[in-house]
């Protein structure tokens, strides 16, 4: 089943070719459109996980070696590039060389000869190398971009379900659906080439997709600055990202992966504070990962993006594309590891965005813009993971927050389309008696982000951060563990206030008109007999209705003209405004992600659970760490690590195994990494003397901090609603900070963007006043130069010219006048006498000789 | 000693050698060339003469008919003088006179026909008052 992986993108892209180029010309009805997305991605969908299957469990598994397309064929050229001269990485060649050659040395030497401290000469070389780099269209298949396959599809198939409901009744479904499908392409693409070069073709595909969705309502000033936004901001990463593919060419000559880390798994470690070529490559990479996974400092964009339809905030904004950072990091977790200075950055900068979004997520008052504040802050957690050395597990929390996250968000979409695109929380409340599904399903979400026990969260949550209680990757794991800790509070703090502010309590939007302004324009539309056209038509849906800070209270106003040409239900609801559950084509995915939310964390189950479970990782390959752990690289053994014992291994004996290995590994990268001061599991560990009973201390601490979250939640928002006012006011200045978001935006808003259009307006002055100065400062002059040169020419030669002739002609002009008499006769004497000179002259000699015949007869 | 390539001095000096009745005589009797040449260049100096000096215009055309007839008489001649010695060809001369009178009767008629446009024009056929080529 693997070789028919190509199929995996490719569907998704036919789908989107014959919605987005036919769509609209042939008047396809929303069945068929949403027939053909749905259906194609569906089948991609299988296609993965009959795919992954046979390469994970099937007879012939070739897990855990990547499996790449062009061994069945399927690969081409693409850029046939020719030779490359390999001029980075001297430095760790030789270090690599050197390195070799002294334990070949000592591996000669006898024991007793070994302990003598002896010289060893090293002889390096540093001759340019050339490589042949030819990179070719191939897809891979592997631990990692199985799993990204199987939530993009996956997760994807769901909200492509949600969407036709959603989006029912658009003028641009086709073009919708079209550019969803462009972005399957493209984000399967990135997950699944086999090379950087393909991984970059993705990552701008999904960045153009991203573009496109969040600025589907382009005819509303807000989703079009938005989409720009978002497009500017991952331009500065990926121009990181793309410094950093030069790099990796420069380096290894290659950008095939298992070419690239097969050489790179033999550099050596560079520890904090060196700036080696593969930290600098890490840097790059990991500037392209913060734009495109919205971390500090270029997280601006996300919280922007949710101009775009709900579904897309879903789908990209949340469960994949923003990912797609941590799938970078992870899939070059070789690089990352050879560069403790880049894991403490990743790490403290994960740190930062997830309490800085969490922090900014308590105050916000629209239900998406709460959302996006979570997405990034869970999106910290997860580079946190990545940063202390735990990629498997930040992989797990993609998973798991895929699930959660996209249901959340798809959850704020039936409430925002119950609600007739009412997207402030401050006019909700009460919802769960309009809205079972929608609140049951959503109730899974807020358990799971908030890290109850059993939900996903729990799990990949916990697992983060014991990782960076107990790293020794980096230093300082203590502080991004409290970071952390403080941030799944806050988390679970204002999770508990949006289901507070939207399913329960008072039933706000009665006392106001809850229909968006979008309705009375769709209203306005059908009064003017306006054509339904995408371009023209107001759009429906996602339309804040409030400014940030803007004051809402109850709106006395005529609800009457809110005439329904709004496209679905019934249109007798439109005078009340009372919400309504949103339609099977909505609820069902969220049926469906709601339990992947809840059972989902069971595939990463912690290694606290052993006693319970047997096993450390239990379930062998089912389980992710076992599952990604052949593609990362192991620090110690400087070897990806070896596929653990799996089925055939007994579990007893497979836990034990384990055990010693994570206590090597966990002492032996110590060594590897030096000394990184205060561990904080390691101090707790010292006391208690139970590496077991430390990590149940952690895990209580978690649980501990999740419940605080969850009872602060409650106590402001339900059982004294008017607490919140008053901490706000004690609070004012925190509370500004974070309901203006730090004032990033108004900060980059001066920093960047102003400084940036005075550099144009200082260019253009340099260009209008200097260099067209210039240009016309030599036309004044050339001008100047024509103008003597005109006047030499004029009075000198012209002068000269006409002084010359008129003075000859003046002179002769008499004597030939004189000749013109104008007398007929004169002219015929003149020819006669002209005739006799001639005929004389002709006979000048005869006539001579004659004279001289007669004077001599004469005389 | 004569260069007898000039026939008509030659002639003319020829005759001078004899003697001066005898002369007479026989030029009266035997006309020779050299005297219809003489009488042809005098009329051919008077027409000359006559176009050159006169004013009237129809002078001028009489004149200008005299130098034809001297070109007339000059052909005559040297036709006389070529059928003596015997040319098969020497009527050539008198066709020519005949096609010289042709044209000098046309070109009367179409002259004097402009002379009366004239006359009609700038009522006058005196040349020194008819000076248009004069700019």
Not at chain 1, 642 to 661: L, Y
Not at chain 1, 772 to 798: C, E, H, M, P, T
Request: aromatic content about 12%; proline content about 4%.
């Amino acid at each position: 089943m693997q070789k028919y992986i190509w199929l995996v993108p490719l569907l998704p892209l036919i789908g989107a070719a014959i919605n987005g180029l036919l769509g609209r010309k042939l008047r396809f009805s929303e069945t068929l459109i949403g027939g053909i997305a749905v259906g194609s991605v569906a089948l991609s969908f299988l296609i993965s996980a009959a795919a992954v299957y046979s390469y994970g469990f099937g007879g012939h598994a070739e897990w855990p070696k990547p499996y790449l397309t062009s061994q069945d064929g399927f690969s081409f050229n693409w850029i046939p590039g020719g030779a490359v001269s390999i001029n980075q990485g001297g430095e760790a060649r030789h270090e690599q060389q050197a390195q070799k050659q002294i334990e070949e040395r000592l591996a000669a030497m006898t024991p007793e000869e070994r302990s003598q401290p002896h010289p060893i000469l090293i002889a390096t070389t540093d001759s340019p190398r050339y490589s042949l780099l030819n990179i070719e269209w191939s897809y891979q298949l592997d631990p990692l971009s199985s799993i990204f396959m199987l939530i993009v599809t996956g997760v994807g198939l769901c909200i492509f379900v949600f969407a036709t409901g959603y989006m029912h009744g658009e003028a641009g479904f086709y073009r919708f659906f079209a550019y969803m499908g462009l972005f399957m392409f493209a984000m399967l693409v990135l997950v699944m080439g086999s090379n950087f070069l393909m991984m970059f073709v993705g990552w701008e595909g999904v960045g153009l997709c991203s573009y496109l969705l969040i600025g589907y309502y382009f005819d509303r000033q807000e989703a079009a600055n938005a989409s720009r936004k978002a497009f500017i901001t991952n331009r500065v990463g990926d121009f990181g990202f793309a410094l950093a593919i030069f790099g990796v060419i420069a380096t290894f000559g290659s950008a095939q992966y298992t070419e690239v880390f097969e050489q790179a798994k033999s550099f050596p470690i560079e520890l904090l504070g060196h700036w080696g070529i593969l930290s600098w490559i890490a840097l790059g990479l990991f500037i392209g990962a913060c734009g495109k996974s919205a971390q500090l400092p270029l997280h601006v964009w996300l919280p922007d993006a949710m101009a775009g339809p709900t579904p897309v905030s879903a789908l990209i904004h949340a469960a994949t594309m923003v990912t797609a950072g941590l799938y970078m990091v992870t899939r070059t977790n070789v690089i990352f590891q050879h560069s403790q200075t880049m894991l403490l950055v990743v790490a403290l900068v994960g740190a930062a965005t997830a309490i800085f979004a969490a922090t900014i997520g308590i105050t916000q008052n629209d239900i998406k813009k709460v959302l996006a504040y979570s997405t990034v802050s869970q999106l910290g957690f997860m580079f946190m993971a990545c940063g202390v050395g735990a990629f498997a597990i930040g992989i797990f929390h993609v998973m798991t927050h895929a699930f959660f996250k996209a249901l959340m968000f798809l959850g704020a979409g039936s409430v925002i389309h119950g609600m007739h695109h009412e997207q402030d929380m401050r006019r909700m409340g009460g919802l769960k008696k309009y809205m079972p599904y929608t609140y049951w399903t959503f109730m899974a979400g807020w358990l799971a982000i908030c890290g109850i026990i059993p939900f996903s969260g729990f799990w990949s949550k916990d697992e983060i951060l014991w990782k960076s209680a107990s790293t020794t990757h980096i230093p300082l794991g203590w502080i991004v563990w409290l970071i952390g800790t403080i941030a799944a509070t806050c988390t679970a703090f204002y999770m508990t206030r949006l289901m507070a502010m939207t399913f329960w309590g008072k039933e706000r939007f009665l006392e106001g008109g809850a229909g968006g302004e979008a309705d009375e324009a769709h209203a306005s539309a059908y009064d003017k007999g306006l054509a339904a056209h995408d371009a023209v038509q107001p759009s429906a849906g996602d339309r804040p209705r409030h400014e940030p800070g803007e004051h809402v209270g109850p709106v006395h106003e005529d609800v009457a003209h809110h005439v329904g040409t709004h496209g679905h239900g019934d249109s007798s609801h439109h005078g009340a405004h009372i919400p309504h559950e949103s339609p099977p084509s909505m609820w069902v995915p969220l049926a469906v992600l709601a339990l992947l939310a809840v059972i989902g964390g069971f595939v990463g189950i912690g290694p606290a659970f052993r006693s319970i479970t047997g096993s450390e990782h239990p379930g062998g390959r089912l389980h992710i760490v076992n599952w990604l752990n052949p593609i990362i690289w192991n620090p110690v053994t400087r070897e990806f690590n070896p596929a653990e014992g799996g089925h055939e291994a007994a579990p007893a004996e497979g836990a034990h195994a384990e055990a010693t290995a994570t206590a090597e590994g966990a002492h032996g990268s110590a060594s590897v990494y030096g000394d990184t001061g205060f561990n904080l599991a390691h101090s707790v560990e010292n006391t208690t003397h139970s590496e077991l009973a430390t990590e149940w201390i952690f895990i209580v601490i978690s649980l501990i901090v999740a419940g605080i979250g969850i009872l602060l939640g409650m106590l402001f928002y339900v059982w004294r609603p008017e607490l919140p006012n008053i901490w706000a006011q004690r609070l004012r200045p925190l509370y500004n900070a974070s309901y203006h978001k730090y004032w990033v935006d108004e900060l980059y808003g001066f920093v960047v963007t102003r400084r940036t259009m005075d550099a144009a307006r200082g260019v253009y002055a340099f260009d209008s006043k200097l260099v067209d100065g210039i240009v016309n400062g030599l036309a004044w002059l050339s001008r100047q130069f024509s103008r003597i040169v005109g006047g030499v020419d004029k009075y000198f030669v012209d002068g000269l010219v006409n002084t010359v002739a008129a003075f000859i002609v003046r002179l002769m002009s008499p004597l030939f006048r004189a000749a013109q008499t104008g007398f007929t006769q004169n002219y015929a004497l003149v020819m006669v006498l002209g005739l006799m000179l001639a005929v004389a002259a002709f006979f000048a000699k005869d006539i001579v000789t004659a004279v001289r015949a007669i004077v001599a007869s004469v005389f | 000693m004569l260069n007898s390539s000039i026939p008509t001095l030659a002639l003319l000096f020829q005759e001078a050698e004899r003697g001066r009745f005898d002369q007479m005589f026989q030029a009266a009797a035997h006309p020779d060339l050299s005297k219809f040449l003489v009488i042809g260049a005098l009329l051919f100096i008077i027409g000359v003469a006559g176009v050159l000096t006169r004013r009237n215009i129809i002078v001028i055309f009489m004149s200008i008919e005299l130098i034809l007839n001297a070109a007339n008489l000059n052909f005559i001649a040297f036709s006389r003088y070529l059928s003596q010695t015997g040319n098969p060809n020497a009527l050539a001369g008198q066709i020519f006179t005949v096609f010289v009178i042709v044209v000098a009767a046309a070109e009367a008629a179409i002259g004097l026909g402009i002379v009366i446009a004239l006359y009609r024009n700038k009522e006058t056929i005196w040349v020194d008052e008819i000076d248009l080529l004069k700019w």
